[in-house]
């Protein structure tokens, strides 16, 4: 479990890379406490105080989520500006869904079609950053820097 302790030491270390390894073996963790701490969620005070003390710990390990999701793209040759475009992509359909429940008589057709076309661009992004954080890595250097350093990757 010292990798926890690396990753959360490089948690706003945005430059260098990480490998596949390093960020699945992460990303999975965290993911199953999760589904455990909701699965334990509806039984009872224990079930609930649980999984309100995973959703405090996920956020508090965001900033290295991010950074390490950073350092995957980089790893595979990628800006990690790739991160940015889903939340582009989630506050244009939130702003079209609130517009479009504030209009009287229906939603225009145009509206709900840019609705349906920024889901499906956040699905579509979705898509191509899974697709990143599963490419081999760069074998040598390459723009943002040597293969990760991480003695625990």
């Known amino acids: 479990m010292s990798w926890i302790l690396y990753d959360w030491k490089h948690s706003f270390d945005f430059k260098g890379r990480a490998t596949r390894r390093e960020f699945w073996r992460f990303t999975l963790t ?3 406490i999760g589904l455990l ?8 005070l224990f079930g609930a105080l649980l999984f309100t003390a995973y959703l405090l710990a996920d956020l508090v390990l965001l900033p290295a989520r991010v950074t390490l999701t950073m350092r995957r793209l980089h790893d595979t040759g990628h800006s990690g500006k790739w991160l940015l475009a ?10 079209l869904t609130v517009a479009a429940s504030m209009a009287r008589g ?8 840019l609705i349906a076309s920024a889901a499906l661009g956040y699905l579509i992004v979705g898509v191509m950053l ?4 599963l490419t081999q890595s760069d074998s040598g250097d ?3 820097g040597s293969p990760s350093a991480n003695p625990m990757a």
């Open 30 to 32: 965290l993911s199953l």
């Open 37 to 44: 701490a909701a699965a334990c969620r509806g039984t009872g």
């Open 86 to 95: 889903p939340f582009g992509l989630m506050l244009i359909f939130a702003l």
């Open 106 to 113: 229906g939603v225009p057709a145009w509206v709900a079609l």
């Open 130 to 133: 899974l697709v990143f954080t």
């Open 142 to 144: 390459n723009g943002y």
